[in-house]
Structures are given as C-alpha cells and as structure tokens.
C-alpha cells in the first residue's frame, strides 16, 4: 500500500521518540512455551513474563480452557448486564471474594479495565485520590477519569502520605500497589493501613504482581500481612500468575452492587467469554492447592537465586519475596544497548524506559517464575556480568 503524509505532527513526534531513545515497536513471536521463546528462526530464554507460576502454557490451563470451549463455544454475546452473566461467571466471582476475604468480588475484561470502572464509580469533584509516585498507568488514568483531586506522595513516602492526608478535601481515597510493577518492592501496607484510618479514608490496593505469588494460598500480600480486613478495595489481575486474561475487584457487597450499576468498563463491555470464565475458577483452585504452594516456592528460590547473582556483580536489589528483579541503568540509549546484546545471546529481558519509569531511570526488568531452572538462571548471571562490561 501506498504510505501516506500523515497531516498534523505525527511524523515529528515518530522522529523524535528514536532520536530520544523511546521509540517502540512490536515484534511478534513464533512460539512461546513458557520459558522458551522462537522467533525470527532463534531461541530465546524468556526473563519477561509475568506468567510467574507458569500457568499460562501448562497442561493444566489447556485442559481447563479445552473443557470451558468445548462446554460453553466462544463469545458471550452481550454485556453481563444484558445477558452475558453466566453461572460460571457468578461461580468464579463468588470464588474470588473467599479467596480475597471479602463479601463479594466482579470480574472485569483486564485489570486496566477495573481501575477504569471502579474509581471513577467511587470519587469524584470534591473528593480527593492520593496515589504513590510509582503507581500504574491504569490507576492514574483512572483517577484523573473520576474528576477527583489528585494528589502524589513519594513512593513508599509515609509521612508525606499523611501530611497529604491532613490536608485532603471530600472523601479520601488512597492508592498503592502491593508489588510494584517495575521496581518489585512491596508498600508498607500495614503503616498505610494504619494511617488511611486515623483519618478515615478508604484504601485501594493493587496486587498484580503479588496475588498468585505471596500470601497463604497464594492471596497475596495483603494476606501475608494480615491486613486484608483493612483493605476497602482489593484489585487484581487475572493476567499475570492466573496466567489468562480478565481481572478483579474484591470489596463489600455494598461497594460491588454499586460498581455493577455504575463502572462504565464493567456496563458497556461485552462479559469475556464463559470458557475463561470456568477456566480461571479451575485456576483459581489449582493456586490455592499444595501445588500452588510448591510453585510459589520454586519462584521464591529462583528470585532469591538471581538476588543473589545480582549482588554478586554488584548490582543491589530490594530484599523482597516477589518476582521482579530490576537493573536500573540510568540512560535510555545504555539500557538500550544492553537489552539488545542480552537478546543477542538469547535472553529476553525487556529494557523499560519512559514514560513508564522516569527519565534517566530505564532499567532492565528481570522477571522470574515457578518453571526456570537453576542452569538458565546460573546463565543468565554470566551473560548479564559480560554484558554490563563497558
Ligand atoms: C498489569 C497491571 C495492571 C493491568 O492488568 P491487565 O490485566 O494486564 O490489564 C494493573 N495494575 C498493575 C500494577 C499491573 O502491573
């Protein structure tokens, strides 16, 4: 096809993401197994997912989805609220609210969706959103959505958190992650608990990366810390160690009543298909089991494992429990360069650069699950030691 001028200045804002080291692009794979990556007729050894128990290509997961298709076809058909609710539907929700500890739970499309739905359902004019420095895309689009004051603490800063308390108009909401997406260091949930009903505001936390991976069962930080009752919303994602796709919101069944009359993402979507629906309650059970546990342990050792390859070549990390492992290089065009000698020598680990992080923060982010082994891991050290050589 014929390229076209594109009019206004797009071409401009093309030349200037490569020029500033920012530019992006998609690049498709052949095959992915879970750790084992093929495309353009190579292997790479997979550090990028966040599949971190290894679910999403096991035999467990396509039995489950083979069932659920072969059960219940393709599409919902319509909205959850038109006729897209299904019993598997229902059965899951219901499944998520125990497993969070919580009266009720609704699913979503995607965990970007439940951000989307529920704060905006929740605050608006007048009221206030005081979200950490680090939070995720999803969570800020979402507060600025519902019209609130936004305002900003540190990361992980509690006494800038409380001063913004002390000064908050309307009703408060506070945000954090649980585990935080890039950098892998957990929120001190218990302090923020602690504060966030001193002054009576609610908490959101999102534990993308932590539920499946931490907690008794698998259920999370919150859990592990005992602070789930503390907890106003609990969000999470059925994409990442649920190794599907879809995502959650566990609350009261006041607050979840009121989100299935008022979150837009939930109202206009079509309900996601009945199939992943049976698929992620199989799932679900499967975290919670012994073998959950023997999968959560295998990630542990291998984050521990590469911590500890990590300081090895001097590079230090957050002592945590989670499976994000950072790099931060500084420069964009280094991390660049690294990333890209690493992919060289088969290993794919993504470079992360603004806007995701700030400026002069890019980093590497290593991601470890259940299914690496020792050797890739042993491996991985090597590469990234002559790979970080000037
Ligand atoms: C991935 C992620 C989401 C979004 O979840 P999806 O199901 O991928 O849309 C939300 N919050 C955080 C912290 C995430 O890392």
Not at 38 to 47: K, P, S, T, V
């Amino acid at each position: 096809m014929q390229e076209r001028t594109e009019p206004w200045d797009i071409t401009a804002q093309l030349d200037e993401l490569r020029t500033q080291g920012l530019w992006r692009e998609l690049r498709p794979l052949d095959e992915l197994d879970g750790i084992t990556v093929r495309a353009e007729g190579r292997e790479w050894i997979n550090f990028s997912s966040n599949d971190y128990l290894g679910l999403a290509h096991s035999a467990e997961m396509r039995q489950a989805l083979t069932e659920g298709i072969a059960k219940y076809g393709g599409g919902s058909g319509a909205s959850r609220l038109v006729c897209g609710t299904h019993r598997a539907h229902a059965e899951l929700e219901e499944a998520l609210a125990d497993f969070k500890g919580t009266a009720a739970a609704l699913t979503f499309s995607s965990g970007f969706a439940v951000a989307l739905g529920t704060i905006p359902a929740l605050m608006g004019a007048g009221d206030t959103i005081i979200l950490d420095k680090l939070c995720h895309a999803s969570l800020v689009d979402a507060a600025r959505l519902s019209g609130a004051t936004i305002r900003v603490f540190p990361h992980n800063h509690l006494e800038k958190l409380e001063r913004l308390l002390q000064t908050a108009k309307g009703r408060m909401l506070v945000v954090t992650e649980s585990i935080f997406s890039m950098d892998g260091d957990a929120a001190p949930l218990r302090e923020i608990a602690a504060l966030k009903a001193k002054y009576g505001a609610w908490l959101l936390v999102d534990e993308a990366h932590a539920v499946g991976v931490l907690g008794p069962q698998g259920r999370g930080l919150t859990a592990e810390l005992g602070v789930n009752q503390q907890v106003d919303l609990h969000l999470g994602t059925l994409s990442k160690a649920f190794g599907l796709s879809g995502g959650y919101l566990a609350a009261s069944r006041q607050v979840i009543d009121l989100l299935i009359n008022r979150a837009r993402s939930f109202i206009y979507s079509t309900a996601p298909p009945i199939h992943l629906a049976h698929a992620l309650g199989i799932i679900l059970d499967l975290i919670r089991s012994d073998r959950g546990d023997t999968l959560r342990a295998q990630v542990r050792n291998h984050a521990l494992q590469t911590q500890n390859l990590l300081s090895g070549i001097g590079i230090a990390s957050h002592a945590n429990e989670a499976a994000i492992l950072p790099v931060i290089l500084g420069e964009e065009s280094r991390a660049m360069e690294i990333s890209s000698r690493l992919r060289e020598t088969g290993f794919l680990i993504p470079c992360i650069r603004y806007p995701t992080v700030a400026r002069g923060s890019a980093r590497l982010r290593i991601t470890v699950s259940a299914l690496h082994s020792a050797a890739q891991i042993h491996a991985l050290g090597t590469t990234l030691q002559e790979a970080l050589r000037p």
